[in-house]
Nanobody
Framework: QVQLVESGGGLVQAGGSLRLSCAASGRAFRTYTMGWFRQAPGKERQFVATISWSDGSTYYAESVKGRFTISTDNAKTTVYLQMNSLKPEDTAVYYC??????????????????WGQGTQVTVSS
């Protein structure tokens, strides 16, 4: 089992920044691929970014490339999503996810077995 707890969401004006955190714990989670997804009201859950604990490789959705950065801390217990130049269309509940054995290019939410509870990000225009 892997436990994930997100934090850091909130309300920000367009053009602003937020940093989300995902605290991970549990069995062998450092062998997992970690991802951030988001879901806006009435829409499907959407891939945002992924990172591999093992080699640090990353992958981003085109809509966030150049604005968002996924990273881990040195202790490899927390995954971050630094979000800059936020837009109103970035408004959503953001979820942290984990999966064992996946390439960072796997962006289908159903392939990720473990999920956090989500944190709301609201960007005002």
């Amino acid at each position: 089992q892997v436990q994930l707890v997100e934090s850091g969401g909130g309300l920000v004006q367009a053009g602003g920044s937020l940093r989300l955190s995902c605290a991970a714990s549990g069995r062998a989670f450092r062998t997992y691929t970690m991802g951030w997804f988001r879901q806006a009201p009435g829409k499907e859950r959407q891939f945002v970014a992924t990172i591999s604990w093992s080699d640090g490789s990353t992958y981003y959705a085109e809509s966030v490339k150049g604005r968002f950065t996924i990273s881990t801390d040195n202790a490899k217990t927390t995954v971050y999503l630094q979000m800059n130049s936020l837009k109103p269309e970035d408004t959503a509940v953001y979820y942290c996810a984990a999966a064992w054995g996946l390439s960072v290019t796997v962006v289908t939410a159903q392939r990720y077995a473990y999920w956090g509870q989500g944190t709301q990000v609201t960007v005002s225009s």
